[in-house]
């Protein structure tokens, strides 16, 4: 397949141009390279003959158009948008435009080139979608794909609006779409800015770890490369007009989640001052946090035959080694706006 994949600079995107590359896609790259892109995490397939890269941002029809016609892609799969919670809270502007209106844009571009293709019935709109559309869960239970929407930051509620508008397309239009709701993701690549690779980067350079409130929200894991892998098993394999919710079932209160990676850090890398686990700093909690997020990931399982290869475990030290090789990467998006700063704490 020709897949044309948006985001392809960031944390998710590039792991899931480097997967369909390797298992011999044709991948364009579309990204408008906002601060949270990085052409590193592509530099491994750069050269690969499958690759192009687009730089076009999704709220430009015109720039659309014109990727569409020039590559004439088989399928999309829609991961660019503004994707950090607190970012949201100090400026939702920037999140409805991309995610609302950008995907608007990019569902027409796409409606158009599928028309002018004759409608073929194997072309596919995936859209990628977060867990956050579902709300705040509470001590037990799960979300399904039928779980009733109920988004509760500017981010999550962008990206409930973008899964809606994807939904309408499809009903309206016939136009063959999909969509995933995942969970949260770690590994490497990941921008610092969210909360594994701060813990990460704040623990080496002996600086505080912040921990929003008292520590108690959890969050399901899963290792970004399973994600990417599951993605494509989505597009490839899922139904049309199905949404499949994705999941590692690894829940962990970020407390505990903290802790872990402070213990990886000690083996590692042995800190004379005393355990990493002493820089961990509690302060005010996000404003609208969600307590609890938790994946059924019973369809995906079932129908498409996925689950995840990498236990939260495995994967916490295989990210945290991967920060420990890769200095030159994270040392190099230090200075980009808001990196090393507590955003979102204002409302
Ligand atoms: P990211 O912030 O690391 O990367 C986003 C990418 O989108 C960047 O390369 C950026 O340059 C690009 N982009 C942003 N605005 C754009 C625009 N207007 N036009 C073109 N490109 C633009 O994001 P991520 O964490 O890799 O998330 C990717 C997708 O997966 C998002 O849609 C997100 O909602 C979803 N998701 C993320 C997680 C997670 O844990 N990170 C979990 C579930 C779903
Ligand atoms: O659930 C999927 C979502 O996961 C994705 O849709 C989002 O794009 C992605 O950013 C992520 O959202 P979260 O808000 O859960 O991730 P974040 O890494 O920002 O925070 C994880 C938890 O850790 C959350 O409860 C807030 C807390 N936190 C975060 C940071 C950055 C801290 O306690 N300290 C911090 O410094």
Redesign the pocket.
Known sequence: MKILV??G?????SAVVRRAIADGHAVVN?????Y??CLDNVASVAEAPGYAFEH????DRVALDRVFARHQPDAVMH??????VDRSIDGPGAFVE?NVN?TFHLLEAARAHWQSRGRPEGFRFHH????EVFGSLGATGHFTEDTPYDPRSPYSAS?AASDHLVRAWGATYGLPVVVSN????YGPYH?PEKLIPVVILNALAGRPIPVYGDGSNVRDWLYVEDHAEALLTVLQRGAVGRSYAIGGGNERSNLDLVRTICAILDDRRPRTAGPHADLITFVSDRPGHDARYAIDATRIRDDLGWRPSVTLDQGLARTVDWYLDNAKWWQALLDRDGVGRRLGAGA
Request: proline residues 0%; glycine residues 12%; contains cysteine.
């Open positions: 948006t985001g600079a960031g944390f998710i995107g579309l990204d408008a390279l906002t949270a892109a076009a941002d999704i709220r991961l660019a948008a503004e994707t950090h991309t950008g990628v979608s977060t867990d990206k995942c969970s949260n993701n921008f």
